[in-house]
């Protein structure tokens, strides 16, 4: 247990208990915690988990849901300093706003035995869904009421699936921790976008995807008749759920995952990119699949496209202007990025998202989000 964070706490018999504290954020373990059952009321709660005194939950596992969702209201009751505020402040202000509230409500906290199980009044069976994110348990861990309801979440996502109009209707079953494909115009831009020569009609038609997640992309391109694509992330989750879409939907003879930072080795006549949209830190390591910190994923596909084209061939960026309506970064810097990697815009192909909160007027970023269009950028290397 030294090899992992240790969350002390006493309970209300007066015995010490130091077990394994579990965060996907990388949230270190509250300093002060004290237990907590039904008689606590909200407003208690709410005070407590506010000065940074995490809630030890021995009571009824469905009054700690309904605990969580009335300390949530009392969070969003929080005057919004971004109301008035556009740009690169609205978006830092609501950053904020969401690791402020993110601390509050993963105050209150879930004891979980050795094999994932909630030894409390009405607890559901979550040891399927902790094993999927977690690997096998062994010990016994805490873990906030937030974070083990999204673990459920995702697992009811992954048994679901997610349904591609672009695959006939078939699903991509997200994994937790990968980026669920629920934006589905930056599919719909890959496949409709015309393939490039080389990637069909000929026996070593090739295709590469970069950073390919769920591997939804890379099913496209197969889907389309590219006879062979290599598709490539680094994040084990990522490469595991690639595999077990592709081999799912029928594609694992046609698709090759393989770990690699970026580019796999060789040239093709299509490479294909959906880097995260935002320039900016994520706040956890689920965030990456949306924020590029100082662009790195992008700037690295876009120095490295060139030597790995085949003469002729295309490089598909798939990228929002969300960025450019934030202030986060301008079109005459992604421009540069192109020129100065050696390469030239072939054409460009828009759609404006369909997503509710692009007609949500109570989001603080609703101006940007109105705004928005993802283009695929079809890329060439100059002459």
Known sequence: MTDFPVFHWTDAAGADHAVRWRSEAGVAPPKRA??????????????????????????????????????????????????????????????????????????????????????????????????????????????????????????????????????????????YGVFSPVRGEYIELVARAPLPAGTLGTVDSLAFDVGTGTGVLAAVLASRGVKRVVATDQDPRALACARENLERLGYAAQVDVVDADLFPDGRAPLVVCNPPWVPARPSSPIEYAVYDPDSRML??????????????????????DFAEHLGLRTRDALLKLIDDAGLVVLGR?????????????????????????TSLWRLGARG
């Not at 700037?299 to 929002?320: D, K, Q, V, Y």
């Open 34 to 175: 004290v237990p907590a059952d039904d008689r606590i009321s909200a407003d208690t709660a709410y005070r407590l988990a506010s000065e940074g005194t995490a809630l030890v939950w021995q009571g009824d596992f469905q009054n700690a849901r309904q605990l969580v969702q009335a300390l949530a209201r009392r969070v969003d009751r929080r005057p919004k300093k971004s109301k008035d505020a556009s740009g690169v402040d609205a978006f830092n202000l609501h950053r904020l706003a969401q690791s402020q509230r993110a601390r509050t409500l993963g105050m209150l906290l879930i004891p979980l035995d050795a094999d994932y199980a909630i030894a409390l009044r009405r607890a559901p069976d979550v040891r399927a869904a902790c094993e999927e994110a977690y690997g096998p348990g062994g010990e016994a861990s805490v873990v906030s009421l937030r974070e083990l309801l999204g673990l459920v979440g995702a697992h009811e996502w992954r048994k679901k699936g997610v349904p591609i109009p672009a695959l006939g209707g078939a699903s991509i079953h997200p994994h």
């Open 299 to 320: 700037r690295g596909f876009l120095a490295g496209l060139a030597a790995h084209l085949a003469p002729g061939g295309e490089g598909w960026l798939i990228l929002s």
């Open 349 to 373: 192909d828009d759609i404006r998202p369909a997503h509710p909160k692009a007609s949500d007027a109570t989001d603080p970023l609703h101006q940007a989000r109105r705004a928005e269009v």
